[in-house]
């Protein structure tokens, strides 16, 4: 069984981001659509990245099964994401995304934080 997390969490990893790439954590929902939520901060040194304050889902979706993506898109993609300012999420990822190793999680139904957002 999935893990219990909070609606609001910092997310944690090692990549290999080549230049001109960014590293965005998304958030699959229950329906199966992704929500792309932060671009992560990275080391390129270390290889490690940080993603704070990426939000699970809406506050009325407590104890539904999320999946946490690590995300690879090019500059082109990533503008594009940027620029979605109301969208209900992605029902596929772009062509030339790299889907990295998720994290199959079950959304806290008693914590309700907005992330501060």
């Known amino acids: 069984m999935p893990e219990q997390f909070p609606r609001c969490l910092t997310v944690r990893g090692s990549a290999e981001v080549p230049d001109g790439w960014n590293l965005w954590v998304a958030v699959l929902d229950p329906k199966q659509a992704y929500y792309f939520d932060k671009i992560a901060n990275i080391d390129r040194s270390t290889r ?8 699970i889902g809406s506050e009325a979706q407590g104890g539904q099964a999320f999946e946490i993506v690590p995300v690879l898109l090019n500059d082109e993609d990533s503008a ?38």
Do not use: H
């Open 48 to 55: 490690r990245w940080e993603a704070a304050n990426v939000l």
């Open 80 to 117: 594009f994401v940027r620029s979605a300012t109301a969208y209900v999420g992605f029902r596929q990822l772009p062509k030339k995304a790299v889907r990295g190793n998720s994290i199959s999680a079950i959304r806290s139904s008693t914590e309700k934080s907005d992330c501060g957002q």
